[in-house]
Nanobody, 125 residues
Framework: QLKLVESGGGLVQSGGSLSLSCAAS????????IGWFRQAPGKEREGVAC????????AFADSVKGRFTITRDNAKKTVYLVMNNLKPEDSSLYRC??????????????????WGRGTQVTVSS
């Protein structure tokens, strides 16, 4: 059974950094595109970053470009989202998602089939 488990969230001061992990199990990880999404209370879910099957293509929301990086280790079945220079507006529940597609990864949540439960990120001002 496909499973995604996020970790690494927490409370950090503005300007700080966090590294999130998305650990996968139960499927052929290297055949899936992975995306990170976030949703704050009262707001729509937003695509943050995504990565293609082989690290060759990545995409980021404009709001995080230059501050966040995304990588994957297919041997460890894990995707990492490193978040630097965090801002209070980055506070949200962060979830990773997977879809068995090739090519560039999509940034729309409706393109993804399977989701983790999420990890909370809170940035204090």
């Amino acid at each position: 059974q496909l499973k995604l488990v996020e970790s690494g969230g927490g409370l950090v001061q503005s300007g700080g950094s966090l590294s999130l992990s998305c650990a996968a199990s139960g499927f052929n990880f290297d055949e899936y595109l992975i995306g990170w999404f976030r949703q704050a209370p009262g707001k729509e879910r937003e695509g943050v970053a995504c990565i293609a099957r082989d690290n060759g293509y990545t995409a980021f929301a404009d709001s995080v470009k230059g501050r966040f990086t995304i990588t994957r280790d297919n041997a460890k079945k894990t995707v990492y989202l490193v978040m630097n220079n965090l801002k209070p507006e980055d506070s949200s529940l962060y979830r990773c998602a997977a879809v068995p597609l090739t090519g560039p990864c999509p940034m729309r949540d409706i393109e993804y089939d399977d989701w983790g439960r999420g990890t909370q990120v809170t940035v204090s001002s």
